[in-house]
Nanobody, 125 residues
Framework: VQLQASGGGLAQAGDSLRLSCASS????????MGWFRQAPGKEREFVAA????????YYLDSVKGRFTISRDNAKNTVYLQMNSLKPEDTAVYYC???????????????????WGQGTQVTVSS
């Protein structure tokens, strides 16, 4: 399984960015997908996740209303639309997928087996 994240970059506070994560190596449509981030000197944290079964979405409280996770099963890709960016959103963003299908959507790092390489998002004030 390979996950390739892209779309990061430099932004100013209030700007928008869209991250993409392309999956290959297995049937994308039957697996939950998640986004995590890690800021310098901090632990990696859950940002958002989307269910494979009904498209239910889950978010970190601090990004609710600003970030939207979505998936396109035809393109084997999950997206993270980030609006109203804040300097505290600065981090390396990782997409991730669990080892097994049919599991509940997880918010813990240990619930995900496959990780993308990360894409840097830097937001200036």
């Amino acid at each position: 399984v390979q996950l390739q994240a892209s779309g990061g970059g430099l932004a100013q506070a209030g700007d928008s960015l869209r991250l993409s994560c392309a999956s290959s190596g297995r049937t994308f449509s039957i697996y939950n997908m998640g986004w995590f981030r890690q800021a310098p000197g901090k632990e990696r944290e859950f940002v958002a996740a989307i269910s494979w079964s009904d498209g239910s979405t889950y978010y970190l409280d601090s990004v609710k209303g600003r970030f939207t996770i979505s998936r396109d099963n035809a393109k084997n890709t999950v997206y993270l639309q980030m609006n109203s960016l804040k300097p505290e959103d600065t981090a390396v963003y990782y997409c991730a997928s669990p080892r097994f299908s049919g599991v509940l959507v997880g918010k813990r790092i240990e619930e995900y087996a496959y990780w993308g390489q990360g894409t840097q998002v830097t937001v200036s004030s």
